[in-house]
């Protein structure tokens, strides 16, 4: 095989396996509903497959998919957001009956990796999901106050 083709092959498997990696699937509590914020890298232009999925009693459930299908009795509880690197899942009327591991797994298509990350979750061991979240994912409208404080001071627009 020609180098310069074999280059170019390898260079194109390794965007397409750092495109989805999986850093981080984490769980919480809005009201009655779970929420699964599924964190990932996204240094691809390409469509990102996903599958959330709850493994309860050595059982894989399939909650919502691009992969394969999603099992009917979660259809109606689940609502799903695709942002830019990250999916966040919502599954309503969560009870002890939804106990169990929760997989987020990506991938570029259904012929490469994936990646996946897991998480166990028990109903009263779950946090409230809470605004330190939201603003975990941008602080920088926080900072302009802060930041132009001592400068209203030094103009005396405010008083120390």
Request: hydrophobic letters at 35%; glycine letters at 4%; charged letters at 15%.
């Amino acid at each position: 095989m020609n180098p310069t083709i074999g280059i170019a092959v390898l260079l194109t498997v390794l965007q397409v396996a750092s495109g989805q990696k999986v850093t981080s699937l984490t769980a919480c509590l809005v009201d009655q509903s779970l929420r699964l914020d599924c964190r990932h890298e996204n240094t691809t232009i390409s469509s990102i497959q996903y599958e959330f999925s709850l493994t309860r009693d050595s059982k894989k459930h399939v909650l919502i998919s691009t992969v394969g299908v999603p099992e009917h009795t979660y259809r109606s509880r689940t609502n799903f957001t695709n942002k830019y690197n990250m999916k966040v899942l919502y599954l309503s009327g969560f009870t002890t009956k939804d106990e169990g591991m929760y997989t987020c797994e990506l991938r570029l298509s259904s012929q490469q990796p994936s990646f996946s990350k897991n998480v166990t979750v028990l109903r009263d061991k779950l946090v409230k999901c809470g605004g330190i979240s939201l603003l975990a994912q941008n602080t920088s409208w926080l900072l302009l106050p802060l930041l132009s404080l001592p400068l209203l001071q030094a103009m005396d627009f405010i008083s120390p």
